[in-house]
């Protein structure tokens, strides 16, 4: 089961680029990395995955090196509202059946 | 489309009682989870089901137990509870097994006194 490793908290001001970076060191060669957002009191949201190198969607990006033992999930000029906790997965598959295995996650305040 | 929907939103039960959670996946899903979230954690795997079938189970005693129907949607059961099953449950859903694309639910306030 590869374990991940995030800051637990981060500050940053609207309209600056946030990058989150998330460290997975005993991957598997078929795990995914997936990042989902979670506001209070709601249900995770699934923002971005991914396998290697840069996915990109219309909510961020994220960067996988070669090795695949980190990643970083880059958010392009955050608001106001994107102040959630972040959490970053690694995909857990176990025969066809898949569990996410959520850790604490990073709590993102963003203020003016 | 609707998305996975839960019900009910809160509940407030004694210890010792017992409690059923309700779970519609969203459209399409064939499969549905259940997490437990306590405060300031993340949310904890509780049970996967897929064609009525439990397939995969997290570390959680026999008190949690579920069920799956043939429309796909999906109840979890806790018997004699604790104070410490206070806890946001989530109820999320995919398509096929293996799919760690999960939409989620706005989730059920549990709270045991």
């Known amino acids: 089961l590869a374990k991940t490793t995030q800051p637990i908290s981060m500050d940053s001001y609207e309209g600056q680029e946030v990058n989150i970076t998330c460290s997975h060191n005993?991957?598997?060669?078929?795990?995914?990395i997936t990042w989902y957002q979670q506001f209070p009191s709601q249900g995770p949201r699934f923002i971005i995955q991914?396998?290697?190198t840069k996915v990109t969607n219309e909510v961020a990006s994220l960067f996988i090196p070669a090795d695949r033992k980190s990643s970083t999930l880059s958010l392009p000029r955050v608001s106001l509202s994107d102040t959630a906790v972040y959490y970053c997965?690694?995909?857990?598959?176990?025969?066809?059946?898949?569990?996410?295995?959520f850790g604490t996650g990073t709590r993102l305040q963003v203020t003016l | 489309d609707a998305g996975v929907t839960q019900s009910p939103t809160h509940l407030i039960k004694t210890r010792g009682q017992q409690v059923t959670l309700r779970c519609s996946p969203k459209?399409?899903?064939?499969?549905v989870s259940w997490y437990q979230q306590a405060l300031g954690q993340g949310p904890q795997f509780i049970f996967q089901y897929y064609e009525e079938e439990e397939r995969q189970r997290g570390n959680f005693p026999d008190r949690f137990s579920g069920h799956q129907f043939p429309n796909y949607s999906s109840e979890l059961n806790v018997n004699a509870l604790l104070l410490g099953d206070s806890a946001l449950y989530l109820c999320?859903?995919?398509?096929?097994?293996?799919?760690?694309?999960?939409?989620f639910g706005q989730g059920t306030r549990l709270t045991v006194v």
């Open positions: 991914g396998y290697k």
């Open positions: 997965l690694v995909g857990d598959r176990t025969g066809t059946a898949s569990k996410l295995t």
């Open positions: 999320a859903s995919s398509f096929e097994l293996g799919n760690t694309e999960a939409f």
């Open positions: 459209s399409g899903h064939d499969t």
């Open positions: 005993n991957i598997a060669t078929n795990d995914y």
